[in-house]
């Protein structure tokens, strides 16, 4: 999960913020804050990455269940022609790994979504 974390943008990785009310902005004088944004961390949740991959997974879902549509369609034409048991029993595998395949697209899909 490490490409969905990005460096904080407030503090700038650092985790402490600062601030100085001299004029001449004398770095002796500087005031350190724990940063507020990424708890002290450094590091943030790349929110822009994260939404990115989540469309990725849909869009592959989306095409799994296609897939899935035409496979079972294939099962009834094979299943209808008594004359063709092997491809009845294949495709019937087929649309059996393909629905794992789903429900494992379906999973990661959670698992981001609850980051």
Do not use: W
């Amino acid at each position: 999960m490490k490409k969905f974390i990005k460096e904080c943008g407030e503090c700038q990785g650092n985790g402490y913020t600062y601030t100085n009310s001299t004029y001449d902005k004398d770095p002796q004088y500087d005031v350190s804050y724990e940063c507020t944004q990424c708890d002290c961390e450094g590091q943030v949740h790349d929110q822009e990455a994260l939404d990115e991959a989540i469309d990725d997974v849909q869009y592959m879902i989306d095409g799994m269940i296609t897939r899935i549509r035409l496979t079972s369609d294939n099962v009834k034409m094979a299943s209808k022609y008594e004359m063709l048991p092997d491809f009845t029993a294949s495709y019937k595998n087929r649309l059996h790994t393909q629905a794992r395949a789903l429900a494992r697209l379906e999973m990661y899909k959670a698992n981001l979504q609850n980051l």
